[in-house]
């Protein structure tokens, strides 16, 4: 079974707006990291988060990892109709190293 | 710099055929992995390799073979297609398994 979680499936807002995607996964992690597909693409690697870190920044992306709570947050602030996109949360196992995709959420931004 | 290729980038099989999917990449990264990925069920992983001669199972290895002969290359082999195996397949490489992952195009593969 996968690994990762995500919440929710859907996603749409208007352009501007903030777009919050929560991930959860279930066994020990060396890292977490965060994805995003293009319609008809290949992925593309966002941020990542490792298991001693708490909260990450990349431009508009905002990472949080709850280790305790084994779960993590994408915040995309300001959001542009660009960002429509398929987003994945992937976790790295600390015992194997693979990288293990959750199914994904399906944003769309709305000019 | 090419990154991760996949060819093809589309096929249809019959049932019972065979075929390998190519993936190279120019990175010289040592871990590689195969994953598919059907509507509503995300990306799974198939095979992976964390260098030359070394490979293993992910989650959904049957009916799949993989090799790794060298740094650069990671065929996936299909040996009797079945319509299950309808699905989009994408090869990834990193410079170690718990780097970010580098991502092919993706090939579209339909079993008839």
């Known amino acids: 079974s996968q690994q990762g979680e995500e919440d929710p499936q859907a996603l749409s807002i208007q352009e501007g707006e903030n777009a919050t995607m929560n991930c959860s996964y279930k066994t020990s992690i060396n890292n977490l990291q965060w994805y995003r597909q293009n319609s008809g693409r290949g992925l593309v690697h966002l941020i990542l988060i490792r298991s001693n870190e708490r909260e990450k920044h990349s431009g508009r992306l905002r990472v949080t990892l709850d280790t305790s709570k084994k779960s993590s947050s994408l915040l995309i602030t300001a959001s542009r109709a660009a960002d429509t996109a398929s987003y994945f949360c992937?976790?790295?196992?600390?015992?194997?190293?693979?990288?293990?995709f959750g199914q994904g959420t399906t944003l769309q931004v709305k000019p | 710099n090419a990154g991760v290729t996949q060819t093809p980038k589309f096929q249809v099989l019959k049932t019972g055929q065979s075929m390998t999917l190519q993936c190279a990449q120019d990175m010289n990264h040592e871990y590689m992995s195969w994953y598919r990925q059907d509507p509503g069920m995300g990306l799974r992983l198939i095979h992976y390799?964390?260098?030359?001669?070394?490979?293993d199972q992910g989650e959904v290895p049957n009916g799949y073979n993989v090799s790794r002969s060298t740094t650069e290359d990671f065929p996936l082999r299909l040996l009797s297609a079945a319509p299950s195996q309808t699905s989009v397949y994408f090869c990834?490489?990193?410079?170690?398994?718990?780097?970010?992952?580098?991502f092919g195009q993706g090939t579209r593969l339909t079993v008839v």
């Open positions: 990834a490489s990193s410079r170690q398994d718990t780097t970010e992952a580098f």
């Open positions: 390799s964390v260098g030359a001669g070394i490979t």
């Open positions: 992937a976790t790295c196992s600390s015992n194997t190293g693979k990288l293990i």
